[in-house]
Nanobody
Framework: QVQLVESGGGSVQAGGSLRLSCAAS????????MGWFRQAPGKEREGVAT???????AYADSVKGRFTISRDNAKNTLYLQMNSLTPEDTAIYYC?????????????????WGQGTQVTVSP
């Protein structure tokens, strides 16, 4: 059974940067579709970015130009580089994948989740 473990969260001031990592185990390779999601206090979980096995990416409008998703298939690791952070980016960030290889950019189709890592951005 696949397990996803996020790391790299923490506290940062507005304008700062963080890099999240997600290590996948139980696979011989990362899932074809991988994504990052987040859930802010009192809000529903939302999609942030997705990436296919061969590198095609998709981003939520709110993070375009600031966040970059990437993957290292040899290391079974997913990354999210977050720059120019604002307090509105404060949330628990989740790594996710799904059992199918279709429609990687459809956030609603993801069904395998990590436990999350907290990101807090102060003014």
């Amino acid at each position: 059974q696949v397990q996803l473990v996020e790391s790299g969260g923490g506290s940062v001031q507005a304008g700062g940067s963080l890099r999240l990592s997600c290590a996948a185990s139980g696979y011989t390779y990362l899932g074809y579709c991988m994504g990052w999601f987040r859930q802010a206090p009192g809000k529903e979980r939302e999609g942030v970015a997705t990436i296919e096995a061969y590198g095609r990416t998709a981003y939520a409008d709110s993070v375009k130009g600031r966040f970059t998703i990437s993957r290292d298939n040899a290391k079974n690791t997913l990354y999210l580089q977050m720059n120019s952070l604002t307090p509105e980016d404060t949330a628990i960030y989740y790594c996710a994948t799904k059992s199918s290889s279709n429609y990687c950019d459809r956030f609603s189709t993801y069904n395998i989740w990590g436990q999350g890592t907290q990101v807090t951005v102060s003014p």
